[in-house]
């Protein structure tokens, strides 16, 4: 059964600074990882796909990266703002029906 | 292009009361998956529906029941509500067979009172 964990729950930076999400799974037989954002009370959009024989994918200020034998991908922002400031989700697609688990998410706060 | 829809946003129901969420897929996706999402909490996955078959079910008792349509579309049924059913459940699309993503909707509120 695949589980996914996410360091650390909580994150509070000031404006501008580059920061790391973590995220781990324990099946390394994954299809793909995707990041979301989640706003308070609303659904998700999904910020970047990093499919299994891919490395690293990037949009904008956004960067994650997968280590497969390791069961680790990041999520890097760069020069954070205060719009950043949401609910990142990772989740793992694995198993025979392509099922997508969910970490607990991380909850960052960047203040101005 | 529209992406998943999920009606209705807000619902307020009484403890032992049934309901039913709404689902219509991303065009292009033909497998609708549905999750829980507790307060603070990653989503939690209820069952995933393909070809109007139930294809996969998580951890979640048999008051939690679904059905797809011939266009995909997708409704989630709760019966006998509980206080502990409150969450946020999202509904999300996606093509059999593929590796792409998931597409999510905005969500349904249900609130058991």
């Known amino acids: 059964k695949q589980e996914v964990t996410q360091i650390p729950a909580a994150l509070s930076v000031p404006e501008g600074e580059n920061l790391v999400l973590n995220c781990s799974f324990t099946d390394s037989a994954i299809y793909n990882l995707q990041w979301f954002r989640q706003d308070p009370g609303k659904g998700l959009t999904s910020l970047l796909l990093i499919q299994s024989s891919q490395r690293e994918q990037t949009s904008g200020r956004l960067n994650a990266s997968l280590d497969k034998s390791s069961g680790r991908s990041t999520l890097y922002i760069a020069a954070s703002q205060p719009g950043d400031s949401a609910t990142y989700l990772c989740a793992a697609l694995s198993g025979s029906a392509r099922q997508l688990t969910f970490g607990s998410g991380t909850q960052l706060t960047v203040l101005p | 292009d529209a992406g998943v829809t999920q009606s209705p946003t807000h619902l307020i129901k009484t403890r032992g009361q049934q309901v039913t969420l709404r689902c219509s897929p991303k065009s292009g996706h033909d497998t609708v998956s549905w999750y829980q999402q507790a307060l603070g909490q990653g989503p939690q996955f209820i069952f995933q529906?393909?070809?109007?078959?139930?294809?996969q079910r998580g951890n979640f008792p048999d008051r939690f029941s679904g059905h797809q349509y011939p266009n995909y579309s997708s409704e989630l049924n709760v019966n006998a509500l509980l206080l502990g059913d409150s969450a946020l459940y999202l509904c999300a699309s996606s093509k059999r067979g593929t590796n792409y993503g998931y597409t999510f909707g905005s969500g349904t509120r249900l609130t058991v009172v």
């Open positions: 529906y393909y070809e109007e078959e139930e294809r």
